[in-house]
């Protein structure tokens, strides 16, 4: 196997292959997900909730992303990494969010994840002109989840499904080569695909009509307490193994049997 590029994901989005990505955060786990052959990692900011023990995704800093971005590299061979830019690192405007991609491109990333939409695209086209890959991520932006009013499903009205698809188009435009689309109706994740054929749309909670799904490790091991989000799947019950779930994931997805529309679709 040879490392990911940019060039070897867009030639698998074009012939159709699903693109399969996971959140690590730290080398032994990325070391397992690479062995099973996970096409991309996320170095998301969840770590805020998930590693460090915060309700939201607000309080993780871009030293904290540095720091969880250098520890996934070093377990890392061959899948694309992607880094999160936390809150607080761009939104002053493009020339800081190119200092913050500096940071985090120099620990390891091949590419930046920012959310929203709207304001982002003139941030988008400034780092995609000077080299930087970005992935945006529209839908549900959990940093953002206290001006939305929780962690609820978006685009489910008329006019909140058009100002998504506007938003896709205008990211798109401004060079996003990628797009995490979270919780919103499988309908509107496959319409903001049809917009933009060479977007590579990622899903989570957005149905199987995407060029690629994510999911957080923690849920697909079911680590995390309570009820799983409908949009999840339990894959360590299915197989008893970490390995065997993180396998069963990649299978499912470049096999399309996940998401399943019935069970996780909205
Ligand atoms: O931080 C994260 O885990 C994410 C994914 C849910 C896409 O942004
Ligand atoms: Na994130």
Known sequence: RRPMTLHRLREMHARGE????????DAMFTRLMDECGVDTILVGDSLGMLVQGHTSTVP??????????RCVVRGNRHAWIVSDLPFGSYQEGKEQALRSCVALMQAGAQMIKLEGGGWTPE???????RGIPVCAH??????????????RIQGRDQAGADTLRRHASELA???????????????VASQVQADNPGLMTIGIGAGSG?????????????????????????????????EDAIRRYVSE????????ES???Y
């Not at 993780?60 to 971005?69: F, I, K, N």
Request: net charge neutral; hydrophobic share 45%; proline share 4%.
């Open 18 to 25: 699903k693109i399969t990505m996971l959140t690590s955060y």
């Open 253 to 260: 997805v470049k096999g399309v049997r996940f998401p399943d």
């Open 138 to 151: 529209l839908g549900l932006t959990p940093q953002t989840v206290h001006a939305l009013g929780g962690f």
């Open 60 to 69: 993780v800093t871009l030293d904290d992303m540095v720091y969880h971005t």
């Open 263 to 265: 069970l996780h679709g």
């Open 123 to 129: 941030t988008v086209y400034f780092l995609t002109e």
């Open 210 to 242: 995407t060029a690629g799904q994510v999911l957080v490790l923690h849920d697909m091991l079911h680590v995390t307490r309570g009820k799983l989000p409908r949009f999840a799947r339990n894959f360590m019950a299915e197989g008893g193994s970490i």
């Open 173 to 187: 435009q401004a060079g996003a080569a990628m797009m995490v689309l979270e919780l919103m109706p499988s309908a």
